[in-house]
């Protein structure tokens, strides 16, 4: 196989790694889909290392009952042993008192072959919306940065919901 064919299937399998620790709420496992120093750019934070990344996970993952993630096929560049991608995210999820909520938004990647495995050297979300599933609720303003591979800079920070 060529290189994008391996890349695109390590990677695949990253995101079914990523989606399944969501759902099964295993930060560990979690943690491990990204690299030793990798760094997880989402609501306004910016964590660095697995262990900051299963710190932070222990407690968003826990504000949800459950949460189930619709992940699309990410859009790829590779070279050799990284990559960068696109991919968008659709999360359902449950509450503890009860009420549920949608969101959606899109995660711009870079990815890094580490330890004979594919993992997330860097993730940054781009928040689009979260509310009801009918999309009622508004949608947040946020960059469109254009066609892939384009996307957030290097120090841009990510959106933090404000209702």
Not at 74 to 86: D, K, N
Not at 108 to 136: C, I, M, N, Q, T
């Amino acid at each position: 196989m060529d290189e994008f064919t391996v890349a695109a299937v390590g990677v695949g399998q990253l995101h079914a790694r990523f989606v399944d620790a969501v759902f099964r709420q295993d930060i560990d496992e979690f943690a491990q889909c990204f690299a030793s120093n990798g760094v997880w750019k989402i609501a306004g934070m910016q964590l660095s290392g697995r262990e900051t990344i299963h710190e932070a996970a222990t407690r968003l993952l826990g504000l949800c009952e459950k949460i189930q993630l619709i992940a699309q096929t990410p859009i790829l560049e590779v070279e050799g042993s990284t990559a960068q991608g696109r991919q968008q995210i659709i999360e359902f999820a449950k509450m503890p008192d009860g009420t549920s909520a949608m969101t959606f938004g899109v995660y711009h990647d870079r990815y890094v072959l580490e330890d004979g495995r594919w993992r997330f050297a860097k993730r940054h979300w781009s928040f689009k919306y979260r509310g009801p599933a009918d999309l009622s609720a508004a949608f947040v303003d946020t960059p469109d940065y254009g066609a892939f591979p384009d996307g957030p800079s290097e120090d841009e920070t990510t959106y933090v919901r404000t209702s």
